[in-house]
């Protein structure tokens, strides 16, 4: 316990692991759990219903668990649930799930930085990068490897793709498609993530199909629902076409456009 400030507040359900730290005038609640060697800031609140993983960052002022900003919300029982490693930055606020997810989840290895909110029944997959002041609304959910620029709002129900980037302060309404770069007002397709792709090790041949793959879907004269079935016919699809024409047509909202 030496490393956990004499005026932070901890309810003694909370279930702490070893290495723990925790600054002056956090408040830690019932029903709580922070796995090893996770440090917590100065005046931070962590409700009932929150689980932070192993070594991950919550720093000062950061609120997780509070109840959903919904109305349907009728006091259930539901959580946050946070991975491994991942850091929280100052000021961020996530609230727990409703009896429609019953959790909100943020993965291992994600970067969420100041004044971002995470509202109920998000998911949000593994390293996945949030800039500051980006406000997820209820139900999003949020791919490995993807990237939210600074100030970007998202509406409700929103499916955000894997290893793309969303430029800064944009409002998204549609769902983003995997693996591309999307900018814009109204927010578009504005070319494939190459900088991203690369990083992560995606092979030329690999980013050349992908590239093309997405000209037919949103620089090419045929509709979406004409360029995936063109894209079908070519038969033999590589693993992110098939993840990338999978995501178009489960898409609920439908995706967002080209342009020129």
């Not at 090893?36 to 960052?57: A, F, N, R």
């Not at 946050?80 to 996530?94: A, L, S, W």
């Not at 490897?145 to 998202?154: D, F, L, N, S, T």
Request: charged share 20%.
């Amino acid at each position: 316990m030496e490393n956990i400030h004499t005026t932070a507040t901890i309810h003694p359900k909370t279930i702490i692991g070893k290495d723990v730290t925790i600054g002056p005038y956090s408040w830690i609640n019932e029903h709580v759990i922070i796995e090893d060697s996770c440090q917590i800031g100065s005046h931070v609140v962590l409700l009932p219903g929150t689980h932070l993983g192993k070594e991950c960052k919550v720093l000062h002022h950061a609120v997780l668990g509070e109840i959903p900003q919904d109305l349907k919300f009728g006091g259930e029982s539901t959580t946050v649930e946070i991975g491994d490693r991942t850091v929280i930055r100052e000021f961020v606020t996530i609230n727990r799930g409703t009896k429609a997810h019953w959790k909100t989840a943020v993965g291992s290895d994600c970067f969420i930085m100041a004044y971002v909110h995470i509202a109920h029944d998000c998911t949000v997959g593994n390293n996945v990068i949030i800039a500051n002041a980006v406000n997820l609304s209820g139900h999003v959910e949020i791919e490995d490897w993807a990237i939210v620029g600074g100030m970007v709002g998202v509406h409700q129900f929103v499916k955000i793709g894997q290893h793309c980037f969303i430029g800064g302060h944009y409002r998204v309404s549609k769902d983003i498609p995997p693996y591309i770069i999307a900018a814009g007002e109204p927010i578009a397709y504005h070319g494939i993530n190459i900088t991203g792709l690369k990083r992560r090790g995606f092979t030329s041949e690999t980013i050349r199909d992908i590239k093309h793959t997405c000209q037919l879907i949103f620089r090419s004269d045929y509709n979406v629902s004409e360029a995936i079935k063109k894209i079908e016919e070519n038969g033999d699809l590589i693993p992110e076409v098939q993840n990338l024409v999978k995501f178009i047509k489960n898409s609920e909202r439908g995706i967002i456009q080209g342009i020129g």
